[in-house]
């Protein structure tokens, strides 16, 4: 699934982000990338393993946990891999893919890709994210605050910035499950349970939802 989540960041949020970032340091964003991202990845990122990036990483994943759109779509095991990345005049993310697995020793597999919009569109031109499908593409460029999820299976890529500087979080979710139509099929069962339960509250209907989303995170979580 693709889906956007608006306000995922508090306005205070997004202040004490940019705060911090405004001091850090930012080096060569190839010194991530795998070797064929390399060629085509033109940015800036803070040092992932910066003492001062560290508390802002953890905000980022304290907002994904309270979020439960966010959870009931990603099903996180683990959200890892989080990075801060700005794109000043003419930099760029040419088309590419996300790597099947990261973290080194410690194994995480990206099933789900997200990119959390700290700059407001009129701070900056051009610098679109853009995901390709089977059979088009879409450029995306949201509020601050606001993310983008998408599967990490995509290709995509940031288009040239014209002017301005774009400030993004970045980072992936390690799913418990593995498929992305099982982890629809369960969104779905997730949002019929809480519709109906704003209509009739805990009914049997209710009950036997729940059951089988039990039933089925029991059969598919790993």
Sequence with gaps: ??????NVLTSE????????????EFVDGKLTAGWHAKLVKHNQQAPKNAPQIQPLKT????????NELFQSAARPRSIHSILFSRYDVNMSYGRHTDNALMGGASFCRSDISFTIFLSSPSDYGGGELVIEGADDERAYKLDAGS?????????????PVTHGTRLVVVGWVHSLIRSEGDREILFDLETARRSLFVQQGKSPEFDLISKSIANLLRKWAE
């Design 13 to 24: 949020e997004i202040n004490q982000l940019r705060a911090h970032l405004s001091k850090a």
């Design 147 to 159: 993310a983008l999820v998408y599967p990490s299976t995509t290709l995509h890529r940031v288009d």
């Design 1 to 6: 699934m693709l889906f956007k989540i608006p």
């Design 59 to 66: 905000l980022i994943q304290q907002v994904l946990q309270r």
